[in-house]
C-alpha cells in the first residue's frame, strides 16, 4: 500500500527555520513528481511547492519563493521542506504528496492532480 508519512513540524518564532520530511513507502518514489501543501484553519489547501521525479525542476508559489527549498533524496525515498524566514502567516498543517507522473505539472498547486496523501505535520510560527 502507497503511502507518504510527513514529520518535522513544530513551533518556531518568526523569523526561524524547520526542516519538514516526508518518507514515502510501497510505491516507486523515484517516479513520481512530489508537492508540499499547507492548509490553514478555514482556509483552502494551497500548493507550497513541486519537485520533479529527478529533483533537477522545482516550482514555488510566490508567498513562499526565496525562503523555501523543496529537494529529495531518492535513495532515502525521502522529500525535503526547508524553510527558512518564517512568518506568521506559515503557520498551517503540512502536506505532501506524490503526483503520478514525473514532472511538475504547471498547475502544481491543485491538489486535484496529486494522489497519494500523507497525514500531515503543524507548523506553528509564533510572532
Do not use: H
Not at 518514489?29 to 519537485?51: H, L
Not at 511538475?104 to 492532480?113: E, I, L, M, Q
Amino acid at each position: 500500500q502507497a503511502q507518504v508519512v510527513e514529520s518535522g513540524g513544530g513551533l518556531v518564532q518568526a523569523g526561524g527555520s524547520l526542516r519538514l520530511s516526508c518518507i514515502g513507502s510501497g510505491l516507486s518514489f523515484d517516479d513520481y513528481a512530489m508537492g508540499w501543501f499547507r492548509q490553514a484553519p478555514g482556509k483552502r489547501r494551497e500548493g507550497v511547492s513541486c519537485i520533479s521525479s529527478s529533483g533537477r525542476s522545482t516550482k514555488y508559489a510566490d508567498s513562499v519563493k526565496g525562503r523555501f527549498t523543496i529537494s529529495r533524496d531518492n535513495a532515502k525515498n525521502t522529500l525535503y521542506l526547508q524553510m527558512d524566514s518564517l512568518k506568521p502567516e506559515d503557520t498551517a498543517m503540512y502536506y505532501c504528496a506524490t503526483d503520478p507522473r514525473p514532472y511538475c505539472s504547471a498547475y502544481f498547486d491543485d491538489p486535484g492532480k496529486y494522489n497519494v496523501w500523507g497525514q500531515g505535520t503543524q507548523v506553528t510560527v509564533s510572532s
